[in-house]
């Protein structure tokens, strides 16, 4: 490479890592970094603009336009569907079909024959129809957020230079003031709200809020206690949102604009790694180079053999040798390849549909043969997506812990209804009910109106909004036919988070007993009396949260660990009137939420519901326990916790609650009581002091029956990867469940196990914790009583004989390592190297590598989007093919990422956008069946291309006899087409149908990279075996044939020039033999081997022992001037002088057979030879002994045209041809013509 080739290269990578670090950047920073809760002064300043009065000028638009750009998002760059047009009519097979279609349209013009010009448009129709159908599988529509382009040319409200005044979306900058949006109107950027109508919520169904998000204005304190993640601000609009209520937004600040918002930002990453990815099919590539090989194959033998054509000593005219050419691309090429190809991937795309999978792009089903690991979560399709409480877990009325429901899955509880109402009615268990309805976000039944499918009525009724209050339950159990198995069927559909849906179906079961709760309850509010309610709620969800009004929320934080609600604690819908106390209520992981807990809520004390009592050591230990035991079942542990009131002197109506400082704040954590440590640095004062602990609510999500799917995944090779956000106890409990880990100790156990064995000997610090080899040498040397001791634990604790964890041994500490599943969790992973604890973020490929090589079970917890998208990364790097599913939002981008990218149709729109597969049954086994049905598709693939490609080998054979042994064309083009496109084409269609040879899933995945459809083992076996098998047969079948007719191989190859066959009479050397009539009557008086035949007496017979001892044919000795043109004068074929003019006698430039090489021949005994064999054929005609070419007399031969009498001579001596009949008359020359 010169230092030129060296420098566009190096500037090639350097843009390529240019691009790479922008791509990085998007992913790692927000569009919104401090914007969302920097004052509103400061903020003003640094964009040069004011609430009052938006931009002051026209130069402060312009200058904003050229620093933040437009409010136009960019179209991915996508090529014009002209463009793709042409790529599919001219590319691959179908430019070498226009070549041979030319060819043959030529061929036909020159010789008036109707068959070429047929072949010819044949030949493009099938190349139109086979690109059309080509495109439009390939260019099917994706999903497009067109609402985003769309909202550019809306029309809104700004104030600029102190008025008011409407522009488009388009032109709105950084810096302006947005007036009055309302319901119906896209939010066109990312804005801060400045000012709003109390309870106006946005709904972003792109970043997949299945509920309405309400909104906090900046003069009701929206910017104040904001969260660091942007996304969950109250006082930021995004662009696309959409308010979905009556609600205004007054004033809103526009903060980013085009490509700079978030969804901007998001759809750039997008567009680029589905640029970087090329979504064309891996299939359609793979094929496309196997066409492009064939073609400039076609193209090079081509060339080579109209060279050689035209270096013969006798070379052929130009159109025989485009005749050739034709003959030659139509035989190197599988015509039928890319179309039978397609349609097969078309069938296997209306059987998956059939079974509930439908699949974007149809080339991802053979991808999805090739898929070696499957990524996936809990939530779509391991499940049914709809929680059920399972169990709930509080202090009772004595005071104990106490378990309301089994740990069981929820469809095998067999207590009673009227069981279940007497536990109800403890008051513990009522209190954990509204901690757990006033910590619920906006779940609620849907309306009648949004209840489209009314599959699952009834649901809420505008009208009468407690009709479906009655006491029926929100689901049934039905029983699957096929299985006998039971499932839950949800009678009424929800919205919102599925734990607080299943936290209000719960309610909606049992708010009889809640509503005791609230008859009950007394109330000190800020007055100083007591308050008895006399009147319950009437038990919607949706009025239970407006009894007790939001006064502040903080959404789920992974990092934090729970959501955060601040209500009133006493009735009243208008917080700004209500003075009753408020209440902090929290509720998450409960690993943190017990944390930040210093007492219980103990119905046995003094005060009866209100009685507390501190939380000790030993009940920190119980509480561990039971979340180990519901987690290790796969059920889903929430906590729920909440603050002693606070008192309205110090927690005022105006009071401005913050759960995240700004940076500039001296203090770090909240400024309201979340159960900080007081010890900590920077601890806000009102934060600190111990929350009170309500109790545990344990949801279960009925997961699929997936054992046999699980197993055949095992079978065929494939991992399956939980990432699940819950604990690893929920991790391993729902893997086991589901069947991913079936590993009997899994790391997670061998690490209690070890905790239990240094529980019963004590700890050495002075051992390194992951120091096993050195941890039972100390074991060893403990007195023989002590190790009896841990060994008769260990006996009681796994139920074995002593003898047995002895000779096992459970009696020592085991490396975890040891294990081959791995339950990680995300955010304490222990690193060898550092010998710490990390996140999964900060750990290295090697480590990636080990655990993957060496753990084929893994289930990750704790597990954020970032995580995922790690996973992914890793597992290709191993040179894994993988399958992510996704529903959020946050998906998107590792969908991308992926291989194949699979969601359910619940998902948010920019996750089903990024999706190659859409399971619209929402049935892990779909993602099993669409592996099965890409190997498959794979196996087929292989069958019909090796079928197609087979028949090149002996169309070629036959073409090559032609050229280079100078033998009868065996198939010219109009037979290839006709063997490629109705032969070849039906069967090897049917073959997509065909049932595998061998069970699928028992055989590992194809690797993509190295196992491709065409490989030179399939190659060696259509052309090398099969291939020359066939062209063998066909070549001894024609020689055979032509035989049987009277052509031995000898007189075929003997025969002279090419361009003879068929357009000039054979002349051979008998060795006996007679001459007959057609109808077999013998010339008694003439002797084949001394005389010539007659025209009643034309053919030769050999019956009687002739033989034919040599043929050839006249030689051309004779070529006239002129050219060919269809302008040109008429001949009169009865005038001789017709076929002159100044340049000499014209033949169109043709060479011709003369009178004299006749004479030549049959003065040394060759003489015409028209075989009696010949006659028996099917196609025979007598005609084609002998024709009248000039119908005069003066011109009569003999032995080839019959007499006619005066009469008939005079009607005919004027016939004149012209046109393209004069290049047909002098194709075939005629005997006694010419003479030289």
């Given at each position: 490479?010169?230092?030129?080739?060296?420098?566009?290269?190096?500037?090639?990578?350097?843009?390529?890592?240019?691009?790479?670090?922008?791509?990085?950047?998007l992913?790692?920073?927000?569009?919104?970094i401090?914007?969302?809760?920097?004052?509103?002064?400061?903020l003003?300043?640094?964009?040069?603009?004011?609430?009052?009065?938006?931009?002051?000028?026209?130069e402060?638009?312009?200058?904003?336009?050229?620093?933040?750009?437009?409010?136009?998002?960019?179209?991915?760059?996508?090529?014009?569907?002209?463009?793709?047009?042409?790529?599919?009519?001219?590319?691959?097979?179908?430019?070498?079909?226009?070549l041979?279609?030319?060819?043959?349209?030529?061929?036909?013009?020159?010789?008036?024959?109707q068959?070429?010009i047929?072949?010819?448009?044949?030949?493009?129709?099938?190349?139109?129809?086979?690109?059309a159908?080509?495109?439009?599988?390939?260019?099917?529509?994706?999903?497009?957020?067109?609402?985003?382009?769309?909202?550019?040319?809306?029309?809104?409200?700004?104030?600029?230079?102190?008025?008011?005044?409407?522009i488009?979306?388009?032109?709105?900058?950084?810096?302006?003031?947005?007036?009055?949006?309302?319901?119906?109107q896209?939010?066109?950027?990312?804005?801060?709200?400045?000012?709003?109508?109390?309870?106006?919520?946005?709904?972003?169904?792109?970043?997949?809020?299945g509920?309405?998000?309400?909104?906090?204005?900046?003069?009701?304190?929206?910017?104040?206690?904001?969260?660091?993640?942007?996304?969950?601000?109250?006082?930021?609009?995004?662009?696309?949102?959409d308010?979905?209520?009556?609600?205004?937004?007054?004033?809103?600040?526009?903060?980013?604009?085009?490509?700079?918002?978030?969804?901007?930002?998001?759809?750039?990453?997008m567009?680029?790694?589905?640029?970087?990815a090329?979504?064309?099919?891996?299939?359609?590539?793979?094929?496309?180079?196997?066409?492009?090989?064939?073609?400039?194959?076609?193209?090079?033998?081509?060339?080579?053999s109209?060279?050689?054509?035209?270096?013969?000593?006798?070379?052929l005219?130009s159109?025989?040798?485009?005749?050739?050419?034709a003959?030659?691309?139509?035989?190197?090429?599988?015509?039928?390849?890319?179309?039978?190809?397609?349609?097969?991937?078309?069938?296997?795309?209306?059987?998956?549909?059939?079974?509930?999978?439908?699949?974007?792009?149809?080339?991802?089903?053979?991808?999805?043969?090739?898929?070696?690991?499957?990524?996936?979560?809990?939530q779509?399709?391991?499940?049914?997506?709809?929680?059920?409480?399972?169990?709930?877990?509080?202090?009772?009325?004595?005071?104990?812990?106490?378990?309301?429901?089994?740990?069981?899955p929820?469809?095998?509880?067999?207590?009673?209804?009227?069981?279940?109402?007497?536990?109800?009615?403890?008051?513990?268990?009522?209190?954990?009910?509204?901690?757990?309805?006033?910590?619920?976000?906006?779940?609620?039944?849907?309306?009648?109106e949004?209840?489209?499918?009314?599959?699952?009525?009834?649901?809420?009724?505008?009208?009468?909004?407690?009709k479906?209050?009655?006491?029926?339950?929100?689901?049934?159990?039905?029983?699957?036919e096929?299985?006998?198995?039971?499932?839950?069927?949800?009678?009424w559909?929800?919205?919102?988070?599925?734990?607080?849906?299943?936290?209000?179906?719960?309610y909606?079961?049992?708010?009889?007993?809640?509503?005791?709760?609230l008859?009950?309850?007394?109330?000190?509010?800020?007055?100083?009396?007591?308050?008895?309610?006399?009147?319950?709620?009437?038990?919607?969800?949706?009025?239970?949260r407006?009894?007790?009004?939001?006064?502040?929320?903080?959404?789920?934080?992974p990092?934090?660990?729970?959501?955060?609600?601040?209500?009133?604690?006493?009735?009243?819908?208008?917080?700004?009137?209500?003075?009753?106390?408020?209440?902090?209520?929290?509720?998450?992981?409960?690993?943190?939420?017990?944390?930040?807990?210093?007492?219980?809520?103990?119905?046995?004390?003094?005060?009866g519901?209100?009685?507390?009592?501190?939380?000790?050591?030993?009940?920190?230990?119980?509480?561990?326990?039971?979340?180990?035991?519901?987690?290790?079942?796969?059920?889903?542990?929430?906590?729920?916790?909440e603050?002693?009131?606070?008192?309205?002197?110090?927690?005022?109506?105006?009071?401005?609650?913050?759960?995240?400082?700004?940076?500039?704040?001296?203090?770090?954590?909240?400024?309201?009581?979340?159960?900080e440590?007081?010890?900590?640095p920077?601890?806000?004062?009102?934060?600190?002091g111990?929350?009170?602990?309500?109790?545990?609510?344990?949801?279960?999500?009925e997961?699929?029956?997936?054992?046999?799917?699980?197993?055949?995944?095992?079978?065929?090779?494939?991992?399956v990867?939980?990432?699940?956000?819950?604990?690893?106890?929920?991790?391993?409990g729902?893997?086991?469940?589901?069947?991913?880990?079936?590993?009997?100790?899994?790391?997670?156990?061998?690490?209690?196990?070890?905790?239990?064995?240094?529980?019963?000997v004590?700890?050495?610090?002075?051992?390194?914790?992951?120091?096993?080899?050195?941890?039972?040498?100390?074991?060893?040397s403990?007195p023989?009583?002590q190790?009896?001791?841990?060994?008769?634990?260990?006996?009681?604790y796994?139920?074995?004989?002593?003898?047995?964890?002895?000779?096992?041994?459970?009696?020592?500490?085991i490396?975890?390592?040891?294990?081959?599943?791995?339950?990680?969790?995300?955010?304490r992973?222990?690193?060898?190297?550092?010998?710490?604890?990390?996140?999964?973020?900060?750990?290295?490929?090697e480590?990636?590598?080990?655990?993957?090589r060496?753990?084929?079970?893994?289930?990750?917890?704790?597990?954020?989007?970032?995580?995922?998208?790690?996973?992914?990364?890793?597992?290709?790097?191993?040179?894994?093919?993988?399958?992510l599913?996704?529903?959020?939002?946050?998906?998107?981008?590792?969908?991308?990422?992926?291989?194949?990218?699979?969601?359910?149709?619940?998902?948010?729109t920019?996750?089903?956008?990024?999706?190659d597969?859409?399971?619209t049954?929402?049935?892990?086994?779909?993602i099993?069946?669409?592996?099965?049905?890409?190997?498959?598709v794979?196996?087929?693939?292989?069958?019909?291309?090796?079928?197609l490609t087979?028949?090149?080998?002996?169309?070629?054979?036959?073409?090559?006899?032609?050229?280079?042994?100078?033998?009868?064309?065996?198939?010219?083009?109009?037979l290839?087409?006709?063997?490629?496109?109705?032969?070849?084409?039906?069967?090897s269609?049917?073959?997509?149908?065909?049932p595998?040879?061998?069970?699928?899933?028992?055989?590992?995945?194809?690797?993509?990279?190295?196992?491709?459809?065409?490989?030179?083992?399939?190659?060696f076996f259509s052309y090398?075996?099969?291939?020359?098998?066939?062209?063998?047969?066909?070549?001894?079948?024609?020689?055979?044939?032509?035989?049987?007719?009277?052509?031995?191989?000898?007189?075929?190859y003997?025969?002279?020039?090419?361009?003879?066959?068929?357009?000039?009479?054979?002349?051979?050397?008998?060795?006996?033999?007679?001459?007959?009539?057609?109808?077999?009557?013998?010339?008694?008086?003439?002797?084949?081997?001394?005389?010539?035949?007659?025209?009643?007496?034309?053919?030769?017979?050999?019956?009687?022992?002739?033989?034919?001892?040599?043929?050839?044919?006249?030689?051309?000795?004779?070529?006239?001037?002129?050219?060919?043109?269809?302008?040109?004068?008429?001949?009169?074929?009865?005038?001789?002088?017709?076929?002159?003019?100044?340049?000499?006698?014209?033949?169109?430039g043709?060479?011709?057979?003369?009178?004299?090489?006749?004479?030549?021949?049959?003065?040394?005994?060759?003489?015409?030879?028209?075989?009696?064999?010949?006659?028996?054929?099917?196609?025979?005609?007598d005609?084609?002994?002998?024709?009248?070419?000039?119908q005069?007399?003066?011109?009569?031969?003999?032995?080839?045209?019959?007499?006619?009498?005066?009469?008939?001579e005079?009607?005919?001596?004027?016939?004149?041809i012209?046109?393209?009949?004069?290049?047909?008359?002098?194709?075939?020359?005629?005997?006694?013509l010419?003479s030289?």
């Amino acid at each position: 490479m010169g230092k030129g080739g060296a420098k566009k290269a190096s500037a090639k990578v350097l843009a390529e890592a240019k691009k790479q670090a922008e791509l990085d950047k998007l992913r790692s920073t927000p569009a919104i970094i401090d914007e969302h809760y920097k004052a509103l002064a400061q903020l003003q300043i640094d964009l040069s603009t004011h609430r009052e009065t938006g931009l002051l000028s026209v130069e402060d638009v312009r200058l904003h336009q050229k620093r933040f750009g437009r409010n136009e998002i960019p179209h991915p760059k996508t090529k014009s569907t002209v463009v793709k047009i042409l790529e599919e009519q001219f590319g691959g097979f179908s430019l070498v079909m226009y070549l041979a279609a030319a060819c043959h349209l030529w061929s036909g013009y020159y010789l008036a024959d109707q068959e070429y010009i047929y072949a010819g448009v044949v030949m493009i129709l099938m190349s139109i129809v086979t690109a059309a159908f080509l495109f439009v599988e390939n260019n099917r529509v994706r999903p497009e957020h067109k609402p985003q382009y769309e909202v550019e040319q809306e029309e809104y409200v700004v104030k600029r230079h102190e008025f008011e005044r409407r522009i488009k979306a388009k032109d709105i900058v950084v810096g302006d003031i947005l007036l009055n949006l309302h319901h119906g109107q896209l939010i066109p950027a990312d804005c801060r709200i400045l000012s709003c109508d109390p309870h106006t919520c946005v709904n972003n169904t792109l970043f997949g809020c299945g509920a309405s998000e309400l909104r906090v204005s900046e003069d009701d304190g929206g910017h104040l206690g904001a969260e660091p993640n942007p996304m969950n601000a109250e006082n930021m609009v995004w662009r696309g949102s959409d308010i979905t209520n009556k609600g205004i937004i007054q004033e809103a600040m526009v903060l980013k604009v085009g490509k700079q918002t978030q969804i901007g930002r998001t759809l750039k990453l997008m567009h680029a790694l589905e640029e970087k990815a090329d979504h064309q099919s891996f299939t359609r590539k793979e094929i496309g180079a196997a066409a492009m090989a064939f073609s400039v194959t076609a193209i090079i033998i081509m060339i080579a053999s109209m060279i050689y054509m035209n270096s013969l000593p006798a070379p052929l005219n130009s159109t025989d040798v485009v005749i050739v050419a034709a003959s030659v691309l139509l035989s190197c090429i599988p015509m039928g390849l890319m179309l039978s190809t397609m349609l097969t991937l078309r069938t296997s795309y209306s059987r998956m549909l059939v079974k509930g999978v439908k699949v974007k792009d149809i080339g991802s089903i053979e991808v999805m043969g090739g898929v070696s690991a499957i990524v996936t979560q809990p939530q779509g399709p391991l499940s049914n997506g709809h929680e059920i409480v399972a169990a709930l877990v509080y202090l009772n009325d004595d005071g104990e812990l106490h378990m309301t429901f089994p740990p069981s899955p929820y469809d095998k509880y067999t207590h009673t209804e009227e069981y279940a109402a007497a536990e109800c009615q403890a008051r513990g268990q009522q209190h954990l009910q509204k901690s757990a309805l006033l910590a619920c976000h906006e779940a609620r039944y849907v309306t009648k109106e949004e209840d489209v499918n009314h599959t699952r009525w009834p649901a809420v009724d505008k009208d009468h909004p407690k009709k479906h209050l009655e006491p029926v339950h929100p689901y049934e159990l039905k029983r699957d036919e096929a299985t006998g198995k039971r499932h839950r069927s949800f009678r009424w559909a929800t919205r919102g988070e599925e734990s607080d849906c299943a936290a209000i179906r719960f309610y909606h079961d049992h708010k009889a007993a809640f509503q005791i709760s609230l008859h009950d309850e007394t109330l000190s509010v800020s007055d100083g009396v007591e308050h008895k309610h006399s009147r319950g709620v009437d038990a919607d969800p949706v009025d239970v949260r407006d009894y007790y009004p939001k006064i502040f929320w903080s959404p789920y934080e992974p990092k934090r660990g729970f959501e955060i609600f601040i209500r009133c604690s006493g009735p009243g819908k208008d917080p700004t009137t209500n003075n009753s106390p408020r209440v902090v209520y929290i509720k998450g992981n409960p690993e943190s939420v017990i944390a930040r807990c210093a007492k219980f809520r103990d119905p046995a004390g003094p005060s009866g519901v209100h009685g507390l009592r501190p939380m000790s050591d030993a009940d920190r230990k119980v509480l561990d326990d039971t979340i180990k035991r519901y987690s290790s079942e796969g059920l889903k542990v929430i906590a729920y916790a909440e603050s002693e009131p606070l008192p309205l002197s110090s927690y005022s109506h105006a009071y401005k609650y913050m759960v995240n400082p700004a940076p500039t704040d001296k203090y770090t954590t909240g400024n309201f009581p979340l159960g900080e440590d007081s010890e900590a640095p920077n601890v806000h004062p009102r934060s600190v002091g111990g929350l009170i602990f309500n109790g545990m609510i344990c949801t279960h999500d009925e997961v699929h029956d997936l054992e046999e799917a699980m197993e055949l995944c095992k079978q065929g090779g494939v991992r399956v990867i939980l990432t699940t956000p819950e604990n690893a106890e929920h991790g391993l409990g729902l893997a086991r469940k589901v069947g991913i880990v079936t590993e009997e100790n899994t790391d997670l156990d061998l690490m209690e196990h070890n905790e239990i064995i240094r529980n019963l000997v004590g700890t050495d610090n002075a051992i390194g914790e992951h120091n096993y080899a050195e941890e039972n040498r100390r074991l060893e040397s403990l007195p023989q009583e002590q190790q009896d001791h841990v060994a008769h634990a260990m006996s009681d604790y796994l139920t074995m004989p002593v003898e047995e964890i002895i000779a096992k041994g459970y009696n020592k500490l085991i490396d975890p390592d040891h294990s081959t599943a791995a339950i990680v969790t995300a955010d304490r992973v222990y690193n060898e190297r550092t010998k710490q604890y990390a996140d999964l973020e900060d750990m290295d490929s090697e480590w990636w590598e080990r655990m993957f090589r060496n753990k084929p079970e893994v289930v990750i917890a704790r597990c954020r989007p970032i995580h995922r998208q790690l996973v992914c990364i890793n597992l290709q790097r191993l040179d894994y093919t993988v399958a992510l599913t996704g529903m959020g939002p946050e998906d998107a981008i590792a969908l991308e990422d992926a291989d194949i990218g699979v969601t359910t149709p619940e998902a948010s729109t920019m996750v089903q956008t990024a999706a190659d597969v859409i399971l619209t049954g929402g049935h892990f086994t779909g993602i099993v069946e669409l592996i099965k049905e890409g190997r498959l598709v794979y196996e087929n693939l292989k069958k019909t291309t090796a079928f197609l490609t087979v028949s090149n080998v002996p169309q070629m054979m036959g073409i090559f006899a032609h050229v280079w042994l100078q033998l009868p064309l065996p198939i010219n083009a109009t037979l290839i087409l006709l063997v490629d496109l109705v032969t070849n084409m039906i069967p090897s269609i049917a073959m997509a149908g065909e049932p595998p040879e061998k069970p699928l899933m028992h055989q590992p995945p194809r690797k993509l990279k190295t196992e491709p459809i065409i490989t030179f083992k399939m190659i060696f076996f259509s052309y090398f075996q099969i291939g020359v098998i066939q062209a063998f047969a066909g070549m001894y079948a024609y020689f055979v044939v032509m035989a049987d007719y009277g052509f031995s191989p000898a007189h075929l190859y003997e025969g002279g020039p090419k361009g003879n066959w068929g357009n000039a009479p054979l002349y051979c050397k008998f060795d006996g033999g007679k001459y007959v009539n057609t109808r077999g009557e013998i010339d008694t008086e003439r002797n084949p081997t001394t005389q010539r035949p007659t025209h009643l007496y034309p053919l030769w017979d050999g019956s009687d022992g002739g033989t034919v001892m040599e043929c050839v044919h006249p030689i051309r000795n004779f070529a006239g001037g002129g050219h060919f043109s269809l302008t040109a004068s008429p001949i009169n074929i009865g005038l001789a002088s017709s076929y002159y003019h100044h340049s000499g006698a014209k033949t169109t430039g043709r060479s011709m057979i003369t009178v004299e090489t006749l004479d030549v021949l049959e003065y040394n005994g060759f003489y015409e030879y028209i075989p009696f064999k010949a006659r028996m054929s099917a196609f025979w005609k007598d005609d084609w002994l002998s024709y009248d070419i000039t119908q005069t007399r003066e011109s009569l031969s003999s032995n080839q045209i019959p007499y006619r009498n005066d009469e008939e001579e005079e009607q005919h001596r004027d016939k004149r041809i012209q046109g393209s009949d004069v290049l047909r008359y002098f194709q075939k020359p005629s005997l006694g013509l010419w003479s030289i």
